[in-house]
């Protein structure tokens, strides 16, 4: 068995090519990022690299259930206008990449299930086995019979611990089914107690065990209207923590995927299982199989290539996801797509920040050449200009490569202090996804997050400052002391965005 390994973790190997993020060597820094991600390449250079999700309360496991669908669906979904060599590969690729060969030959997901009340595992589980392609493994999860009580302090400090050997060891067992692993891939939501409390908590146990290997978090970002009296306090203490252990947070926000559900998907009565899906969507059009740029096979390890291409520096770890067209079948059944089209409109929403197709201002600029730094942060406010760090294209489909994509290399959407060809990526693959003949997805570092962050930050702070059920937290192990830090450590990371 091999198991991918490295000499140093990504952020050292970092920190010792970085001094800070205005003055360094981001090209030497990109090179050091890709040395670590593939020296070992040649020990299993025909082997690819699996991923292991780890799906962490309700909403973990509700939308991990959605994405293994998703996936097992796309890889198996005949696609005409392709060679068979060609959609042979890309099945192999994400089969191998997400299932494991189970008993009778059934795939496997490579998944561990956690949440301490029984329903939702139960659920998830009965309804994979439904599907007749994939099932969960028989002794893939974990459960109990009480909650946390929407209490990030219970499921960090008391449940994380009181079960993190039975959830390490389900972890190992996926891990060992792996030749080689690519990292860790875990869902969870901020608002709740299981998958934010217990989830970071779990997310640094991944940290400990595994420390050369690449972990990414789904979040779910809460609706702003609420839908826990505590979320506030809880999305801040997981913010701040998984911004200690994990490689980057790639950001979901309800209200916007509701949002898409309503006006792009034209849903009446949209559920839970209708944002999942919409998640579930954007998620697999980043993590199934695409060529990188120069390579003339498929990624082996999706997760370093992303980190590689995403996240230049640990002070920015926040990730968020745009991807078009989204519509409803009906809709799609009459509609054409072009690659100048559709990037058009994904390079004005990465501009002016705009979550869906629907409703782009189109009046929203980039800084004209010349300015300074400061000045150019001047002009971004006034004018809502979105600045980016790091973009992931990711085009799926027909004629794909007669796609421009020049428009994300200009110099005017990144931050003074990094080269356009550093901070943008693509990845291609003549395979349509999901139904769609063309889809284009974007994975973005960027200030995207700076005003719900800002706001989330500042309602906790106002309960915090009257001191409103902190007592709740305090008696299952967390001090004030951890919510000023938690506080500190997120004021840190909005000044560091908003100065990009």
Not at 297 to 304: C, S
Not at 345 to 371: C, F, S, T, Y
Request: aromatic share 10%.
């Amino acid at each position: 068995m091999i198991l991918w390994a490295a000499t140093d973790s990504l952020y050292s190997v970092l920190a010792k090519s970085m001094r800070s993020a205005q003055h360094c060597d981001f090209e030497s820094a990109r090179a050091k990022i890709k040395d670590h991600a593939y020296e070992n390449a040649t020990v299993a250079s025909c082997s690819r690299m699996s991923i292991v999700t780890v799906q962490l309360g309700q909403c973990g496991n509700q939308i991990g259930q959605e994405l293994f669908n998703v996936i097992s669906n796309d890889s198996h979904s005949s696609r005409g206008q392709c060679p068979k060599t060609e959609s042979e590969a890309y099945s192999i690729c994400s089969q191998e990449r997400f299932f494991s060969e189970g008993q009778n030959g059934a795939a496997s997901a490579r998944a561990v299930l956690v949440d301490m009340e029984p329903k939702v595992i139960s659920h998830t589980i009965s309804t994979a086995a439904k599907s007749g392609r994939w099932k969960y493994g028989d002794h893939s999860s974990f459960c109990q019979k009480q909650g946390s009580g929407n209490n990030w302090a219970n499921g960090f400090c008391v449940h994380g611990p009181r079960h993190e050997e039975n959830i390490m060891d389900l972890v190992r067992r996926e891990v060992e089914k792996c030749d080689r692993l690519g990292g860790f891939f875990n869902m969870m939501s901020m608002a709740g107690g299981t998958g934010s409390g217990m989830g970071t908590y779990i997310t640094q146990c991944l940290r400990d065990t595994y420390p050369h290997s690449f972990i990414l978090n789904q979040v779910t970002w809460p609706y702003g209207t609420g839908e826990v009296i505590v979320q506030n306090y809880n999305s801040v203490l997981t913010l701040s923590h998984l911004y200690q252990s994990s490689d980057a947070i790639l950001v979901h926000e309800n209200d916007t995927v509701h949002k898409i559900c309503a006006q792009l998907m034209n849903i009446k009565q949209i559920s839970f299982k209708d944002v999942n899906k919409v998640i579930a969507h954007q998620l697999g059009s980043v993590l199934q199989p695409a060529y990188t740029e120069g390579v003339l096979e498929y990624n082996r390890n999706p997760l370093g290539d992303l980190m590689k291409s995403m996240v230049c520096h640990p002070e920015y770890k926040l990730l968020g996801l745009r991807n078009i067209p989204q519509m409803s079948e009906t809709s799609l059944a009459y509609s054409v797509f072009t690659w100048p089209g559709l990037l058009k409109h994904l390079r004005q929403m990465l501009i002016a920040n705009a979550k869906m197709e629907e409703g782009i201002d189109w009046q929203v600029r980039p800084p004209a050449g010349g300015l300074l730094p400061a000045e150019k942060g001047t002009h971004n406010k006034q004018l809502r200009f979105n600045t980016s760090l790091a973009n992931l294209l990711i085009l799926r489909g027909k004629d794909v490569q007669s796609a421009d994509t020049g428009g994300f290399m200009d110099p005017a959407l990144y931050t003074s202090w990094l080269p356009p060809g550093v901070a943008s990526s693509t990845w291609r693959t003549p395979m349509s996804f999901n139904r769609y003949e063309k889809s284009a997805t974007l994975v973005s570092n960027s200030q995207f997050l700076l005003k719900p962050l800002d706001g989330i930050v500042g309602k906790a702070w106002n309960m915090f400052a009257s001191r409103a059920y902190v007592h709740q937290y305090t008696q299952f192990g967390i001090s004030e002391e951890d919510f000023l830090d938690s506080f500190t450590a997120l004021e840190q990371i909005i000044a560091s965005y908003t100065h990009l």
